[in-house]
């Protein structure tokens, strides 16, 4: 519930701050009859402290497999992306989102501490830093030494993030903005896509919720990939997404406010929130998501 407030939050500045707004919402230039050559092609600067905000809400490959496991889902190794298929990624765009597409099934993987297969995977996350000339801000020695030796997985959590915000400045900093975007977007996708198996296989109501959550997730997401979609990369990036956000539409999300309860830790009073999300889906909604993401997904990175 925090968590989607967050991003619905920023997302509310995003749109303030460049001043554009999803399609549903936007009013089209033809009603004005304005030329489109008279708007500006150089994508609208974004602060650094709005972007940061949605992508540490929006890339969180831990949170979803530690959901997964906590609903004790057995571990399936199917459901990975095929790292030999690193090879086959080579121009900037690809790299980024099998970057960000490996990123998410190592985050599956590190928390189910299936050791064996970390490797690969950090070897294709490496290859494809070092792809987009970013390798050097990943610590991979620690990386693999944390993930083989089954160390603190909040480590390799802080790890992981410490090392995208610094790629995400770097890229910043090289004009290359949008890279950090489509990674954004790599983790979200396998992300959904490892739901998606998961719902398929378990028939888990909490797992359907959370494809139904991705509703808000996605909205953020594609704001963000708007704002570069003279990319034609992005272009058809954007227009894949839009295949299931449109699916999206039927999910209804709605909230029930509780009274916070008060709860004391360690002599400090804090108050425990009990708000409650309402995740409206139909069985037909969630059969069309499943096919349209598990689609999408493969048309970028197939599983072994």
């Not at 920023?10 to 999803?22: D, E, K, N, T």
């Not at 490996?102 to 064996?116: F, K, P, Q, V």
């Not at 000339?133 to 030796?149: E, H, K, P």
């Amino acid at each position: 519930m925090q968590k989607l407030l967050i991003i619905l939050i920023s997302a509310a500045v995003l749109m303030s701050s460049c001043r554009f707004f999803s399609n549903e919402d936007n009013i089209s230039h033809d009603k004005f009859d304005i030329p489109d050559e008279l708007y500006d092609d150089k994508p609208l600067e974004i602060a650094s402290e709005v972007i940061d905000d949605m992508i540490q809400n929006v890339a969180s490959p831990v949170e979803t497999a530690a959901l997964i496991k906590g609903l004790n889902i057995p571990f399936n190794k199917d459901y990975l992306a095929d790292t030999k298929a690193e090879t086959s990624l080579n121009t900037s765009f690809q790299k980024a989102l099998g970057l960000g597409m490996y990123g998410a099934d190592l985050g599956y993987i590190n928390m189910y501490e299936r050791t064996s297969l970390v490797l690969n995977h950090i070897t294709a996350i490496k290859n494809l830093a070092d792809g987009i000339q970013v390798g050097q801000f990943f610590d991979f020695s620690t990386l693999s030494r944390i993930a083989t030796n089954r160390e603190n997985i909040d480590s390799l959590v802080l790890i992981s993030q410490q090392s995208f915000n610094r790629i995400d400045s770097y890229l910043r900093e090289t004009n290359r903005a949008q890279l950090s975007v489509v990674i954004v977007a790599g983790v979200w996708l396998e992300g959904l896509y490892l739901s998606t198996r998961v719902a398929q296989d378990a028939n888990n109501p909490r797992i359907d919720e959370t494809i139904g959550e991705q509703k808000i997730v996605m909205n953020s997401l594609m704001l963000l990939l708007n704002n570069y979609k003279k990319d034609p990369n992005i272009a058809l990036l954007i227009s894949d997404f839009e295949d299931i956000q449109v699916l999206f539409r039927n999910v209804r999300i709605t909230y029930e406010y509780n009274e916070p309860t008060p709860v004391e830790k360690d002599g400090v009073l804090t108050f425990q929130q009990n708000d409650k999300q309402i995740i409206d889906m139909s069985d037909e909604t969630l059969k069309m998501i499943i096919e349209k993401a598990q689609r999408v997904r493969n048309k970028y990175l197939q599983s072994k």
